[in-house]
């Protein structure tokens, strides 16, 4: 008989263990998705063609994937740099919703000369984000508040602030729905002339870039990391803890809200109810799959994307819900967390009558 069973992290795991790890829980996971969606009614022979061919080797759905990785890349960067200092940023749809707010506003009052509107309308994005963010940094940091209740409520009380316009002074008095009036020329990110792909994209790409250089060749980027490792060591070493802290959140928020205005000037040209849906999950998803690498992120937000365009379509032809894109992201969650706990921890059993 078993007298004792603990678990025992590993002292050292090889990098190529890692990898091959990590990759056996991402497979597991896409298999049993596809699993998933044969049972839900979709021909195991045309998934090949509804989850690759159709997402990414055709123009449109490259298109369309291309177009949606925008704003996940940007929501992957706010939970990537939340994580790496160690903050459970899990209001990232409120901050994104503040940011679609703000930018929206930019647009519906005109404010500044249109031909730098749409950057007002970033900028404010910006600004909106990182400010709805202060509260649980504040509190986190000055009082050990959770920052898990605190963003997630937060990300509720975003959301009543955008249905209390849509159902008010914002709503379409064209069609009397609950939207906002169509943004002008002057409120819309160029596009390149291949579906709806522009300007957001290029700007998330460009930031995922910056990103890397911040966090992997700037002196705050490894001040980050050691205070992610062990913030107590980080402390004792002299090191700004919550200087850092400080900064790498309000960055996390700031990005969350420029989402927010990526998604309401480069697609959608308006404030709805639903453009802010399932952007919580799928950054904690993004930064998850890249370790909270920022090159990773653009990998891993063009994969989630894809998802979406996927979606779309299995929705139209063979009649699933939404909840299926967000399901097959919590089970390839869920497979690499399970991969990355086997490949860090061991069973250490101790028997009875041996020391």
Not at 146 to 171: I, M, P
Not at 175 to 192: D, K, T
Not at 202 to 213: F, K, Q, W
Request: aromatic fraction near 8%; include cysteine; glycine fraction near 12%.
């Amino acid at each position: 008989m078993f007298d004792r069973i603990t678990l025992v992290r590993r002292q050292d795991v090889p990098w190529t263990a890692r990898t091959a790890t990590f990759l056996g829980g991402l497979g597991f996971g896409l298999a049993l998705s596809c699993v998933l969606l044969v049972a839900a009614g979709v021909p195991a022979e045309s998934l090949i063609d509804e989850l690759v061919v159709q997402v990414f080797l055709s123009s449109d759905g490259l298109a369309q994937t291309v177009t949606a990785a925008a704003p996940l890349i940007l929501v992957g960067l706010c939970s990537a740099l939340a994580t790496r200092v160690r903050f459970w940023n899990i209001g990232i749809e409120g901050q994104l919703w503040l940011g679609a707010i703000a930018a929206a506003a930019v647009g519906i009052l005109d404010i500044g000369p249109e031909a730098i509107r749409v950057w007002l309308m970033m900028l404010a994005a910006l600004a909106a984000g990182a400010l709805w963010i202060v509260p649980p940094l504040v509190l986190k940091t000055r009082f050990g508040v959770s920052e898990t209740v605190l963003t997630l409520l937060l990300s509720n009380v975003g959301f009543l602030c955008v249905q209390h316009l849509l159902f008010g002074a914002w709503k379409d008095p064209n069609n009397g729905f609950p939207v906002s009036p169509q943004m002008g020329p002057a409120e819309q990110l160029a596009r390149f002339g291949w579906g709806n792909v522009g300007m957001g994209t290029a700007l998330a790409v460009a930031i995922a870039l910056l990103a890397y250089v911040f966090i992997d060749r700037s002196r705050i980027g490894l001040q980050a990391r050691a205070i992610g490792l062990n913030p107590t060591t980080a402390r004792a070493a002299g090191l700004p803890v919550t200087a850092t802290i400080t900064l790498m959140v309000l960055l996390s928020g700031a990005l969350a809200g420029l989402a927010g205005g990526v998604i309401v000037a480069g697609t959608e040209f308006r404030l709805t109810q639903y453009l802010g849906n399932n952007y919580t999950f799928s950054g904690i998803t993004i930064g998850f799959l890249a370790r909270t690498h920022p090159l990773g992120v653009i990998v891993a937000a063009f994969g989630v994307g894809g998802m979406f365009t996927a979606g779309s379509s299995l929705k139209v032809f063979y009649g699933l819900s939404d909840a299926v894109v967000v399901l097959i992201q919590g089970i390839v969650l869920i497979s690499l967390l399970s991969a990355q706990f086997f490949s860090t921890y061991r069973l250490s059993v101790a028997r009875r009558g041996v020391a």
